[in-house]
């Protein structure tokens, strides 16, 4: 199975400052087809179901705020909140969907400073 | 709009069954595939189990193998897991979810509200 390593646990950022979020899986999530990666973002705000923020390791979804942003490449991607915004306190995902069993990073608890 | 609504959850004794089911709309149940995907109370979460769009293939996590069906029933735009032989450690929020696509190989893009499993005499 492939393994999803999420750091760090929990976050603390001031409002208007960037926020990083790592994810590492093993093995690689390369899809050699079209060279993207098989790696989705996902944030759950308190009390709600999951989001999709970001697929493909760097493709936004439809109406997500751009201040969110994928990277990453090979076995290391990153979620960055630009400048961190009220609404944004969440616990936030990773997702490996190269093939079953599909596996999720543990979450990193996003707060404010 | 997608919409996903769970039902089904229920408090069940160890080695119980239940059966959940997911109706959706908004889009073409028959082009996706679908998943359950469940998360403990303040816990993290964890894929349950993928049905294909036409019905055809399915997979599941380990911790589930051998216990739940996925099945799906494109007539009623709808979504079920027959849930065998349950034990405390399925305790969960049961999430529907739609993958992007007809198969594996494709992110969630979106998800149901939750219902909730309660396993425990």
């Known amino acids: 199975d492939i393994v999803m390593t999420q750091s760090p646990d929990s976050l603390a950022v001031s409002l208007g400052e960037r926020a990083t979020i790592n994810c590492k899986s093993s093995p690689s999530l390369l899809y050699k087809s079209n060279k993207k990666y098989f790696l989705a973002w996902y944030q759950q705000k308190p009390g709600q179901s999951p989001k999709l923020l970001i697929y493909?390791?760097?493709t936004r979804e439809f109406g997500v705020p751009d201040r969110f942003s994928g990277s990453g490449s090979g076995t290391d991607f990153t979620l960055t909140i630009s400048s961190l915004q009220a609404e944004d306190v969440a616990v936030y995902y990773c997702l490996q969907y190269e093939s079953p069993p599909y596996t999720f990073g543990q979450g990193t608890k996003l707060e404010i400073k | 709009e997608v919409q996903l609504v769970e039902s089904g959850g229920a408090v069940v004794q160890p080695g119980g069954s239940l059966r959940l089911s997911c109706v959706s709309s908004?889009?073409?149940?028959?082009?996706?595939?679908m998943h359950w995907v469940r998360q403990a109370p303040g816990k993290g979460l964890e894929w349950v189990s993928l049905?294909?769009?036409?019905?055809?293939?399915?997979y599941y996590a380990d911790s589930v193998k051998g216990r739940f069906i996925i099945s799906r029933d494109d007539s009623k735009h709808s979504l079920f897991l027959q849930m065998n032989s349950l034990r405390p450690e399925d305790t969960a929020f049961y999430y529907c979810?739609?993958?992007?696509?007809?198969?594996?190989?494709?992110?969630?893009?979106?998800w149901g509200q939750g219902t909730l499993v309660t396993v425990s005499s």
């Open positions: 493909w390791a760097s």
């Open positions: 049905v294909s769009w036409d019905g055809g293939t399915t």
């Open positions: 979810v739609k993958s992007a696509a007809f198969s594996y190989a494709y992110h969630f893009d979106y």
């Open positions: 908004g889009f073409t149940f028959g082009d996706y595939g």
